[in-house]
């Protein structure tokens, strides 16, 4: 059976843990040359989240952003440098070790090794293959070309979903799986190809592959509405990747609109949200709108992510506390989780 965030609870346990704020680390060790998250976050890689802006903001609290890729190459060079650019301000740093703190994405086509080569000359190491579909030929032949050009990047891949495809991608020589077929909130992937697995039981599957016998890390991508659902899929990820929540903040590109007919007094906000497959994304960013498989929607405007990430933190935070951990390895040994009912659900406040 497949099971979804909202299908389980996780157990309150006893604990020793004093300050959830202070004794609580969420801090997360993840593939390649990564190193190690303080906050196990990663902004999607898509038009409406993350440019350099977002990028910046998210390796501010720990985390980590990867730029988009539906934009000529030039300005994916330019998006990078100014991400770069402000990280260094910010830190006032100049390692070259902040190469890895921006991800970047391509795809698996020759416009894909073209991003490739222009973005490893500027600096980039982190780079994420990004296509709805990543147990195939053509990510295979992706990754072992890269491979071939560079041995100090880190290559995240995805999306995937099965035991299959995760031990194929540690095969292939990929750091970090992206996992999650279908379970965003603008991805139509599921009622328009009827394709997918339920978000909680497919990183289920990949880290029941590879654990003990691959470093592969584990990105959870997609599904996440709050910290609960951030604290469930961390049982089994290693970092967690979000669009929705993230969807309407100042740091996302694109300007705010005034909601029509609302006067000065009483005027409502918001921004534009749509999965990398959206028509919209798609005839933007000059590709062949076939296959459409997102949509575009209207999000309230929310204001700083920062408000957002902080109260995803707190959320993982209570979550290990709840189940007497200090430490993430500590939490995926000691948690324990059920299913619940469908009253159980409509008690727990799920409305989805």
């Given at each position: 059976?497949?099971?979804?965030?909202s299908d389980?609870l996780?157990?309150?346990?006893?604990s020793?843990?004093?300050s959830?704020d202070?004794d609580?680390?969420v801090?997360?060790?993840?593939?390649g040359l990564?190193?190690t998250?303080?906050?196990?976050?990663?902004?999607?890689?898509?038009?409406?989240?993350?440019?350099?802006k977002m990028?910046?903001?998210?390796?501010?609290?720990?985390?980590m952003?990867i730029?988009?890729?539906?934009?000529?190459i030039?300005?994916?060079v330019?998006?990078y440098?100014?991400?770069?650019?402000?990280?260094?301000?910010r830190?006032?740093?100049r390692s070259q070790?902040?190469?890895?703190l921006?991800?970047?994405?391509?795809g698996?086509?020759d416009?894909?090794?073209?991003?490739f080569?222009?973005?490893?000359?500027?600096?980039?190491?982190?780079?994420?293959?990004?296509?709805a579909h990543?147990?195939?030929?053509?990510m295979?032949?992706m990754?072992?070309?890269?491979?071939?050009?560079?041995?100090?990047?880190t290559?995240i891949a995805?999306?995937?979903?099965?035991a299959r495809?995760?031990?194929?991608?540690?095969?292939?020589?990929?750091?970090?799986?992206?996992?999650?077929?279908g379970?965003?909130?603008?991805?139509?992937t599921?009622?328009?190809?009827?394709?997918?697995?339920?978000?909680f039981?497919?990183?289920?599957?990949?880290y029941?592959a590879?654990?003990?016998?691959?470093?592969?890390?584990i990105?959870?991508d997609?599904?996440?509405r709050?910290?609960?659902?951030?604290a469930?899929?961390?049982i089994?990820?290693?970092?967690v990747?979000?669009?929705?929540?993230?969807?309407?903040t100042?740091?996302t590109p694109?300007?705010?609109?005034?909601?029509?007919?609302?006067?000065?007094?009483?005027?409502?906000w918001?921004?534009?949200y749509?999965g990398?497959a959206?028509?919209?994304?798609?005839?933007?960013?000059?590709k062949?709108?076939?296959?459409?498989e997102?949509?575009?929607l209207k999000?309230p405007?929310?204001?700083?992510?920062k408000?957002?990430l902080?109260?995803m933190?707190e959320?993982?935070?209570?979550?290990?506390?709840y189940s007497?951990?200090?430490?993430?390895?500590?939490?995926?040994?000691?948690?324990?989780?059920?299913?619940?009912?469908?009253?159980s659900?409509?008690e727990s406040?799920?409305?989805r």
């Open positions: 059976m497949d099971i979804s965030f389980i996780i157990e309150d346990q006893f020793d843990v004093g959830r202070i609580v680390d801090s997360s060790r993840l593939g990564l190193g998250l303080d906050l196990p976050l990663f902004s999607s890689n898509m038009p409406q989240i993350t440019e350099w990028a910046v903001e998210m390796t501010s609290h720990g985390g952003g730029l988009h890729r539906f934009q000529d030039e300005t994916n330019q998006e440098n100014k991400a770069i650019g402000a990280i260094r301000v830190s006032g740093s070790n902040i190469s890895h921006v991800g970047v994405s391509i698996i086509k416009d894909g090794k073209k991003r080569d222009a973005l490893y000359e500027e600096g980039a190491r982190t780079f994420c293959i990004d296509i990543g147990h195939c030929t053509q295979k032949e990754v072992q070309w890269i491979s071939s050009k560079a041995k100090d990047i290559i995805g999306n995937i979903a099965t495809a995760a031990l194929d991608f540690a095969e292939w020589g990929v750091d970090v799986a992206k996992v999650g077929i379970p965003g909130s603008v991805c139509k599921r009622s328009n190809a009827g394709v997918g697995t339920a978000q039981t497919a990183i289920k599957n990949v029941d590879i654990h003990g016998i691959a470093s592969m890390g990105l959870a997609g599904g996440i709050s910290g609960g659902d951030f469930k899929a961390m089994y990820a290693d970092a990747m979000v669009g929705a929540v993230l969807a309407g100042s740091e694109g300007r705010a609109f005034a909601e029509p007919g609302t006067d000065l007094t009483n005027r409502t918001y921004k534009m749509g990398n959206s028509g919209e994304n798609k005839d933007s960013s000059g062949s709108v076939k296959f459409v997102g949509e575009m999000v405007f929310k204001g700083h992510a408000y957002l902080r109260e933190k959320g993982l935070q209570s979550a290990m506390s007497g951990s200090r430490t993430l390895s500590e939490y995926k040994e000691k948690v324990k989780w059920r299913l619940i009912s469908g009253s659900r409509i406040k799920y409305t």
